[in-house]
């Protein structure tokens, strides 16, 4: 990668990773909660609803944390069960949509899947660190994809991007950033995954870092995550911020 080409890009992210880069970002999920524990389940939630357009997203996200507030905070509604009774409104059935092709049967069994998680572990962050402790060369999203195995709202597949994943895990591993807040400092931030969207897809491609037939896939992300060392050796995820803040000027 040509010296020019990195300190733009050392520009750019370091112009967007700036507190105001939460607001109107799902990142914004990851503050609700002073405390680790809830502000992990929140923000994984809010990680697996994050597609498509903002403007429909975001209130959905805000509809479940909003709920889960009303019983004490989405740990202790996931914990008791609470959504069992509280989540599906009048009228409505099981597989009905609640965002895009998720049911509420989808989300029901993604809250199943977390109960059990803080019933056993005492929060999603405790599960994951001990899946890791076992097999320490498995990546962390792959280990996510394995613990919510029967949750069809969480990525899977061997060639999939795993985006939604990918961003979730920048959040809770990154340190010293303004936005994402490094709770699990016991994983490695530099094997970290750029979370790869039609945005971050379409700049790279532009910017030679990958090839212009390349897909949205795993090997795709791998690859472009490898350029992304070339400027930041420990830490190839930052430049999710640099990609983002090109394809908002572009």
């Known amino acids: 990668m040509e010296q020019s080409l990195i300190e733009k890009l050392k520009i750019i992210a370091d112009k967007y990773e700036k507190p105001e880069f939460i607001s109107g970002d799902p990142s914004f999920f990851l503050w609700k909660y002073d405390d680790e524990p809830n502000a992990e389940t929140a923000a994984f939630i809010a990680a697996m609803l994050s597609f498509g357009s903002r403007k429909q997203f975001l209130p959905k996200i805000e509809t479940i944390l909003n709920l889960a507030d009303n019983s004490g905070g989405i740990n202790e509604w996931l914990k008791s069960g609470a959504f069992k009774s509280g989540f599906i409104p009048c009228g409505k059935e099981t597989c009905d949509k609640f965002y895009r092709f998720y049911s509420y049967k989808d989300l029901t069994c993604l809250f199943c899947a977390l109960q059990d998680i803080l019933c056993t572990y005492g929060s999603l962050g405790e599960c994951v660190k001990a899946r890791y402790q076992q097999n320490p060369e498995k990546h962390i999203i792959d280990i996510l994809s394995e613990i919510f195995d029967g949750c069809a709202i969480v990525p899977k597949g061997r060639t999939s991007a795993k985006k939604r994943l990918c961003m979730f895990a920048r959040w809770m591993v990154r340190t010293n950033s303004c936005v994402d807040r490094g709770f699990w400092q016991w994983y490695p931030k530099e094997k970290l995954i750029i979370p790869l969207d039609v945005h971050v897809l379409d700049e790279s491609i532009k910017l030679g870092l990958i090839p212009p037939d ?37």
Do not use: H, I
Not at 221 to 243: I, M, S, Y
């Open 214 to 250: 390349a897909k949205a896939t795993r090997k795709t992300a791998e690859l472009l995550t490898g350029e992304l060392r070339q400027v930041w050796q420990d830490d190839p995820v930052k430049g999710d911020f640099a990609l983002f803040g090109l394809g908002v000027s572009s």
